[in-house]
Nanobody
Framework: QVQLVESGGGLVQTGGSLRLSCVFS????????MGWFRQVPGKEREFVGC????????NYADSVKGRFTISRDNAKNTVYLQMNSLKPEDTAVYYC??????????????????WGQGTQFTVSS
């Protein structure tokens, strides 16, 4: 059974940076596309970005493009979300997600099979 465990949340000031991590276990990491999503109370979970299984391609939501970077270390079974130039509207619970396959085309929540428990961070103004 695939398990995903996020870490790295907390409190950061506007304009600051933060890196989230997600450790994957349960099967061969390189078979999975990894995604990051976020959710605020009362709203649907939204796509942040994803990275292909080989790390050769990434895809980002327009709202984070140029500020967030997804990477993965396949030797450590870990995917990262580096967030720079943070804004208060980035405040959310962030989730990592996994699905088998290739490419970086998967932007919908129902395209992912496994989810982490989420990690909260807040950007203070």
């Amino acid at each position: 059974q695939v398990q995903l465990v996020e870490s790295g949340g907390g409190l950061v000031q506007t304009g600051g940076s933060l890196r989230l991590s997600c450790v994957f276990s349960g099967r061969t990491f390189t078979r999975d596309v990894m995604g990051w999503f976020r959710q605020v109370p009362g709203k649907e979970r939204e796509f942040v970005g994803c990275i292909s299984n080989s790390a050769s391609s990434t895809n980002y939501a327009d709202s984070v493009k140029g500020r967030f970077t997804i990477s993965r270390d396949n030797a450590k079974n870990t995917v990262y979300l580096q967030m720079n130039s943070l804004k208060p509207e980035d405040t959310a619970v962030y989730y990592c997600a996994a699905r088998g396959g290739y490419g970086s085309f998967y932007t919908e929540t129902d395209e992912y099979d496994y989810w982490g428990q989420g990690t909260q961070f807040t950007v203070s103004s």
